[in-house]
């Protein structure tokens, strides 16, 4: 079946580190893929998507590039801050007539001052 | 514009008895989704409905059951609470389905459930 692996965390940087989380999936058929973001608290908010093989989805700084061919949807940024500490999720959808996402496991980002 | 809403935002039931979640989508959006998210994983899908009508079911035990109302808010019920029922339950909306996506999916805050 359908499978999302994260890289696992914690993961500590220094503020203005470049940031890279690992994702990769199983599946059949052509899925959309996202990241989300959760704020200790608070519920998802979607952070990027990529709907076909070599689409770039980029929001806030944060970047992530659908490889078809290595099967990964890998999420970076140039420069963190702490703000952006929070666990991230990759998720993949849209196979079937469904809405149905499956997530990873999820990845604890910290950055410190 | 509001987002998704969900009651209450926080509740504590005992073993066995029962419990309702609430779910308003934003507006404009007709399908609604639940999840379990247990503290440390990521969140696992338990319903979609669509237009009123059931479009996916997770592996989840006949104990949860799930309703869409004309106004697309939706329901949440789980009968028989166990100690491991304990989650944070999301709801998601988004505008329609169709097959191939892109199902871009908002989430509300989220209902913490604890069972004692």
């Known amino acids: 079946g359908n499978s999302v692996t994260q890289m696992e965390g914690p993961v500590t940087l220094s503020e203005e580190a470049f940031l890279t989380i690992n994702c990769t999936y199983t599946a059949t058929g052509y899925p959309s893929l996202f990241w989300y973001v959760q704020y200790p608290g608070e519920g998802l908010q979607l952070l990027l998507k990529?709907?076909?093989?070599?689409d770039k989805g980029s929001n806030k700084g944060f970047e992530a590039t659908y490889r078809k061919e290595t099967t990964s949807f890998h999420l970076e940024k140039g420069s963190v801050q702490v703000s952006d500490s929070a666990v991230y999720f990759c998720a993949l959808g849209g196979s079937g007539n469904t809405g149905k996402l499956i997530f990873g496991q999820g990845t604890t980002l910290q950055v410190k001052p | 514009d509001a987002g998704v809403t969900q009651s209450p935002t926080h509740l504590i039931k005992t073993r066995g008895q029962h419990v309702t979640l609430r779910c308003s989508p934003i507006s404009g959006h007709k399908s609604v989704s639940w999840y379990q998210q247990v503290l440390g994983q990521g969140p696992q899908f338990i319903f979609q409905?669509?237009?009123?009508?059931?479009?996916g079911r997770g592996n989840f035990p006949d104990r949860f059951s799930a309703r869409q109302f004309p106004n697309y808010s939706s329901e949440l019920n789980v009968n028989a609470l166990l100690l491991g029922d304990s989650a944070l339950y999301l709801c998601?909306?988004?505008?329609?389905?169709?097959?191939?996506?892109?199902?871009?999916?908002?989430f509300g805050p989220g209902t913490r459930l604890t069972v004692t």
């Open positions: 409905y669509y237009e009123k009508e059931e479009r």
């Open positions: 998601a909306s988004s505008h329609q389905i169709r097959q191939g996506g892109p199902y871009e999916q908002y």
């Open positions: 990529a709907t076909k093989a070599d």
